[in-house]
C-alpha cells in the first residue's frame, strides 16, 4: 500500500451549524441542497465490510512494494483455491472482495496482452483474476479491482503511450471478468524502470470505468465515488462527514489528513473507507503469522470503521501456497462470531422511520444493554451533527452516549447498564433529521474500556490521594548484584542477562541458588510506611521470567528454590496488617519461557518452534494466580515495547484482568500507547495512568500518572551502584509529583538475602520524619492552580488551601504571581507558627523565617477558589534574566524536558523548538549565554534564537557527553521595547540527527 503524505487542515467544521437551534430543526425541509447518494454509492454503502487480497510477486520476496524487476517465475503458488479465499470471505461475513490485479510492481494476475510481465510468464500460468470472479459468482458475493497506475516495469511509463496502455489494461479488467462493484485507484506515483514519473490521465480512467462498469464506485483519494479515510489503520473519526468538497483533492493528495472527518458543507457524496490488514504488512510474511490480528483486534476496527458510518475494507493476504493462512481464518471467522453474538438479536422492535429529533424506546422489563445502533436516512442527505442518548436507569434519566455524526451507521460500545428505556435526541442538525434505526444489543461480553468517569473517579480514589508509593525490585538478578563471570556491568541489574548476554541454561543455576533467608516481610512493609508510603509494588514476575510465587505454571518460580516460602503472600498479609496497599508488576517480556518472541540474538534456543499465543496464554493463567491468591490492587505492567505486542493484545489483557478483579488499577503499560519514557498514553489505548520512567515531567501530563525512579541507577540491587540520591532529592522529587498532579513511585531493590540496603532504609527515614510533619501538603492534594512550577518551589492545593513548599533554606521570600484571591491565613504547616504577608507590585508575597534546615511547608488559606491571572516573568532589577530549561514552552514531537538535568532534551526532530515569553522592563544592550551539553558525533546543529526581529545564529559544538554542560557565549543583544516578549530557539540544520541538551539562556548585563 503507498502511505499517502498529508498535513492537518483546520476545516471549518460545525462551525456553519452551531447556531441552529431545536426549535428551527423540526420545520427545516430535508434540506434538497445537500448532497446525496448515487444508486451506485447508495449499494456500496450496503456492503459495510469487505475483503482486500494483496498478492503478487511480493508474497514470495517478502517486500511491500515490488521494484518491477522480479523474475515472473518467483510467482508459484502450489495450491493455488481462490474458492478458499471466497469461501472464508463468506463465512467471515464479507459481502465481497477487492483483488490488487495490478501492484506497483506491474504484475499482472491476469494474461495481458499490454504486458509481459503477467500470471503468463509465471509457472503458474493461470487466469488468477479469472478464478476469482468465478468463485465470487458460485458463493454469491461481490468482485472489486485494484489496478495501481504505477508500473514499475512497464516500458512506456513515463510517457504518453502508458496512458493507453492502462486504459487498455483496464478495458481487459472491466470488460471480461462479470460485474464489478469498486474500482480501487491507488495515488502512488513514483519512477519506472526507466527512471521517469507518468502524468495519469484520470479522467479518461474514470470515463473508462463509467462506460465498462456503470454501477461500480470508484475508489481514490478524491473519490468520485468513495475517498480515503486519511490512514491505513482501518479507523474512521467518530465524527464522519460523507460529504467534502471533491475539487480540492487529487489522488496523491498532500490534503490526506482531514479526509477521514470529512466535511459537513462538502459538496459532493463522497464517503470514506477504512483500509487495513489482518497483518502488519500488506503482503504475506511467514514471520507475520504470529502477528496476526485477533478476533477483538478485528471487532474493535469494525466499531470504528463501520460504526463511525464508514466502510470496512480488511486485507487477507494469502500465502505462498495461494490459501488464506490459517492464523487468518481463524481471527475472522472469531470476528464473525462476535457480531452475531451482538447483533443477530435486537433487544428492540424496528422504529417507524420519520423526520424527527426526538425517539424514545421503552422496554417491558429492565434490561441489560452494552450495545447501541443509530442509522439515518443517507438517501436523503446526511444532516445530524450532534446528538444524545439517554437511558432510563431506576426511573432518572442519564446520558449514555453522545456524538456528532450518524450518517450510514454509528456504533456504541457502551458500559453495560441496566434500562428501562432510551430516549434519542438530535441536538443540532443541517436539515430535517430522519431516523432510520435505533436499536440496542447485549453482546454478553464484558468490557472496561467503555466505564463511565465516575466509575474511574470512585475506582482510582485511594490511588490519587495516596501519591507515594515503594516500588520493590526483586529476582533471581539480586544474586550476581550486577556482575557475571568476573565482570561487573553497569547500568540496572535486572538486566544483566540481557547486557552480559547470558544463556538461558547459564541463568537457570540461579533458580537453586536462591535463598533470601532474611527477608522479613513486617520489616519491609513497616520501612515503606515509616517513610509515608502508601502502597507497595513489587516485582511478580520481572523479564527474566522467574515467579515470585510458587506458581502452578511451569517449574520456574520461588516454589522450587530452596527458600520454598511465598513472599508475595507474606507481603501481601503483611500490608494488610500495618494498613498499606498491596500491588504487583508483571513483566509482557519473559526471557526464559521458550514460547516467547522475538528472542534476543544471543538466545540459541531455535525460534521456530515457538507460539507466541500459547505464551500469552501462559501468562493470562500466572496472572489469574496472582489476582485471585493476592487480591493486589494495582497491576504494573511492563515489558510491551516488543513487536509481538500490539493495541488488541493490551486491550485483551487489560479487560482479562479487569475481569478478574473489577475495581483493580492498571497502569498504561498493558498497552502500546506509551511515549516512550514519558509515560503518556495516546487517547484510544488501555491503562488507567501514565508511568514517566526516571523523570518527572515538567508540567505534569492530562491523565493520571506515576514516576517511577530509582535511589540510584538501578532497579534490582547492584552491589556496586552507590550513587544514591539525597534524602532532600527525594523530598523534592515527592512534592514535585504532587504539585502537577501525579504519584512518585519510589524503587528498592532487595539484596540475594532479601534485605533492602541500608543507604536505601536511611534515605526512607528522612523522608518519612520530613512527611509525619509536612505530609498533609502530599497526601490528598491536587495540582498546582499556578500554570508553570515556581522558581521558589512547588505548591499543592485541597480546596480553598494552597501548600508552599520552599526547598532552599537562603530564600526569604516567596511570591505568588497571579494570585488575585484573598488570603485569610498563611502560617508554617510543622508549628503553626503565623507567617507575615505583604503585597508585592502585582502578587502577594510571603515572608519566610530565618534559620532553616529542612524544607518548609506554608499553609495558605484563601477566602475562595484560587483565581489566579497569568503574569509573566520579568528582568530582575539590574535587567538580567535566566531562562530556563523547565519553564520553556516545548512544541514539537520529540524534544522534553529532562528533570534529572534539568534541561531540554531528547531533541532528534528539527522542527521542534522552544520559547519563553517574558516581560521587559530595562530595555538596553546584553549578552547572551547559552548553557548546555552534546555528545561527540552529534555535534554540528545550526541554531537561532529570536527575538522579536533580531536572529542570533550559532552552531552546537561537542561538549563531551549529553550531561557535561558548558557555557557558550552568543555576543550582544539589544532590547528595544518594553512589554511581552518571546524568545524562540529553532533548529535551522541538524546534520547529525540530534541538537543538544539545553539548560538555560542569560541575559547578562554588561
Known sequence: MHPLAGYRYNSPMLRAIVVASLLSLATMSAAQSRPTPS??????????????VHFGPNTFSGKEWGEGNEDPRS??????????WVKTFKKAGMKGVILTAKHHDGFCLWPSKFSTHTVAQSPLKRDVLKELSEACKKEGIKLGVYLSPWDRNHPTYGTDKYNDTFVGMLEEVLGNYGDIFEVWFDGANGEGANGKKQVYDWKRYIDTVRRLQPNAVIFSDAGPDVRWVGNEAGKSPSTSWATINRSRYTPGTSLSKELGAGDPNGTDWVPSECDVSIRPGWFWRESENARVKTATDLENLFYQSVGHGSSFLLNVPPDTRGLIHENDVKALLGLKAKLDKTFKTPLTAPIKVEDTKSLSITFKKPTLIDRVELTEDIAKGQTIAQFDVKAQ?????????????????????????????????VEKALGAPIITGFRAFNSGEQSFMTESKAQKDARMAWWRDARFGMFIHWG???IPAGTWNGKEYGGASEWLINTAKVKIKDWEPLQKQFNPVNFDAKKIVG???????????????HHEGFAMWPSNQGNWHIGNTQFKRDPLKELSDECKKQGIKFCTYHSILDWHNPDHTPREKYDERPEVKADFERYVKFMKAQLKEVVTRYNPAVMWFDGEWLNTWNHE?????????????PDIIINNRVDTGRAGMSGLSAAGFAGDFGTPEQEIPANGLSIDWESCMTMNGSWGYHAGDNNWKSAETLIFNLVDCASKGGNYLLNVGPTGLGEIPQPSVDRLNTVGKWLEKNGEAVYGTKASPFARPLPWGRVTRKGNTLYCTVFDPNIATVELPGLQTPIRTAKILATGKQVAITEGLASPVLNLPDGRTEPIVIKVELEGEPNIIKVLPQQNPNGSFTFLAGD????GTTAKFESEKKAIGFWTNQTDSVFWDINIVRPGKYKLQFEYACEAGSEGALCSLLSGDIETQFTIASTGGWGSFKALDLGEITLTKTGKTRFEVKV???PKGAVMNLKSIKLITP
Open 393 to 425: 436507569v431506576d426511573g432518572k434519566w442519564e446520558s449514555l452516549a453522545t456524538g456528532t455524526t450518524i450518517g450510514n451507521k454509528r456504533l456504541f460500545r457502551v458500559v453495560p447498564t441496566t434500562v428501562t428505556a432510551l430516549k434519542l435526541t
Open 75 to 84: 510467482f508459484n503458488p502450489t495450491q493455488l483455491d481462490t474458492r478458499q
Open 476 to 478: 533471581l538478578y539480586s
Open 649 to 661: 493484545r493490551g486491550v485483551d489483557l487489560y479487560n482479562y484482568v479487569r475481569g478478574l478483579k
Open 888 to 891: 520553556a514552552t516545548v512544541t
Open 527 to 541: 520501612a515503606a510506611k515509616a517513610a509515608g508510603m502508601k502502597y507497595i509494588v513489587i516485582t511478580s514476575k
Open 988 to 990: 535551522r540544520m541538524m
Open 39 to 52: 444508486p451506485r454509492q447508495l449499494a456500496w454503502h450496503k456492503m459495510e465490510y469487505y475483503g482486500f
